[in-house]
């Protein structure tokens, strides 16, 4: 997480422990508060091991991380790299303008930008064992990651690039795709020019390929092309190959694994190898929700948690729902969802749960770590005007689908900002969540490590509010000892 106030980076492991103490981030600004990690436009950050690359408006820090909660130790830096202030301003996230299809847009949505002028530029920050890549506006270096020292610069390059970086070739691919560069990563020296789609075509990326995304079909009046084609683009090799023709009304989403899950409408879901361009499974999920219009995909151990469904539907306690992080600016991820939760295997699609969790407005917690063995949902209820709002939690074991916590009635102090850190303790066999701003107001789960049996997954539609226990996993919120499931 970035705290902005105090000009300071927080960075956590998998399971949500500090690595070290929070590392100074001199530039910031904005008096936006915290902010979670990614969702910062003020600064960029890359990590090759144990070494974390920061760069802000004032310049690029290297540091490398402590095996234990000591301060990280600072290695380099250098004032000259810094992000330009007049591209931050107002960009929060993104990659060089790219157009964002997250799992909230449909593929065959049709994209106008009647302005194609070259926007933003100088972001895209990679860390490999070849060298820190750092682009500029209209310029891009290489340093070497262990001593900040400048292995090559290469500038007057168009502007608003977009790089794709692997550890052979640099591709620079301008706003229309036309006569983009490709770099060698040893020397800067120019290999060819290659065209590449525009990038309102572009969708996700793996190392120097993308996904570029093709109507089949003239869209229809509502804008949507009726079908799609999807092509891994490899500018260094010159290559565009078929992943394959799909409803233009799929939601398409990074795994985090190198991989790409396209959701269609009719509940056929498809995961692609973005190394090679094949099919890793297809799999027809059952249950699928009426309307999708967000599709959210995590791994986890040996399967895929999969979070399908629309903002539309009520709270069954028909008070007003809030995201934790509509302050955070922590974007569409943290609103609130209404549809299923699936768990499928990672290498065939297999159904792991015998059916899906359902949910109703409820909001996916972003920052929750990804190695923890629950999924987190935590938002914020309202009841009436002048009704204090309440803190909502649910959490989901990824096993089963069933709720091991549910608590719809946290009652928040006056100084609480409602928000949430989740962290896991492998020793302890314990995940905590920790309300902050309110004192000594904490959720602590302890699982036994004993096995368990088949449990129902989690079902929310027509509940009434829920309180923690009756037949739930036993937390226990505020002071005490937890108690096992």
């Not at 983009?180 to 309102?200: C, E, I, K, N, T």
Request: charged share 25%; with cysteine.
């Amino acid at each position: 997480t970035v705290d902005v106030t105090r000009q300071r980076l927080t960075i956590a492991d998998r399971l949500g422990r500090p690595l070290g103490r929070p590392l100074p981030v001199p530039g910031l600004g904005g008096g936006f508060g915290l902010q979670f990690l990614g969702q910062s436009g003020q600064i960029e950050l890359a990590a090759l091991g144990r070494m974390v690359f920061v760069r802000s408006v004032t310049g690029l820090f290297a540091h490398r991380l402590p095996d234990d909660t000591s301060a990280a130790e600072a290695v380099w830096e250098n004032g000259d790299l810094g992000t330009e202030a007049e591209e931050v301003a107002g960009r929060w996230g993104g990659v060089a303008g790219r157009v964002a299809r997250d799992g909230a847009a449909p593929l065959g949505l049709r994209i106008g930008e009647p302005d194609e002028r070259p926007r933003g530029g100088g972001r895209g920050m990679t860390a490999l064992p070849a060298g820190l890549v750092v682009p500029g506006r209209r310029s891009v270096a290489v340093l070497d990651p262990a001593t900040g020292d400048t292995i090559w610069e290469r500038g007057h390059l168009p502007p608003g690039l977009e790089w794709f970086v692997d550890g052979d070739v640099l591709c620079g691919c301008t706003v229309d795709g036309r006569d983009s560069l490709v770099l060698a990563m040893l020397d800067g020296r120019l290999v060819h020019r290659f065209d590449v789609p525009h990038r309102r075509q572009r969708v996700t990326a793996h190392g120097r390929r993308f996904v570029a995304v093709e109507p089949s079909d003239e869209p229809a009046e509502s804008g949507i092309a009726p079908r799609v084609r999807l092509d891994l683009v490899d500018a260094a090799d010159r290559e565009q190959r078929p992943l394959g023709v799909f409803d233009g009304r799929s939601r398409a989403t990074e795994t985090g694994d190198g991989r790409l899950a396209v959701l269609e409408p009719g509940g056929r879901l498809t995961v692609l190898d973005l190394a090679d361009g094949g099919v890793v499974f297809r799999q027809d999920l059952p249950a699928i929700p009426r309307h999708v219009e967000r599709l959210i995909v995590q791994p986890w151990t040996d399967r895929y948690l999969v979070l399908a469904g629309a903002a539309d539907g009520e709270d069954p306690t028909g008070a007003v729902v809030f995201p934790l992080e509509t302050m955070m600016l922590a974007g569409r991820t943290a609103a609130p969802l209404s549809g299923a939760v699936w768990a499928v295997g990672r290498d065939d699609g297999r159904p792991l749960w015998p059916g899906p969790a359902i949910i109703d407005q409820q909001c996916l917690h972003t920052a929750q770590p990804a190695g923890l063995p629950v999924l987190v949902f935590c938002r914020l209820l309202k009841t009436g005007d002048r009704g204090q709002p309440a803190l909502s939690v649910l959490c989901l074991d990824k096993r089963t689908g069933h709720a091991v916590f549910e608590d719809d009635r946290i009652r928040l102090d006056g100084q609480s900002t409602g928000d949430c850190t989740v962290s896991g303790d492998p020793e302890a066999h314990t995940v905590s969540i920790a309300d902050v701003g309110t004192t000594g107001h904490a959720l602590t789960l302890t699982f036994s490590g004993r096995p368990m049996g088949p449990r129902p997954p989690f079902r929310s539609r027509g509940r009434p509010p829920a309180k923690a226990g009756g037949g739930l996993f036993e937390g226990r919120v505020g002071p005490g000892r937890p108690r096992e499931e």
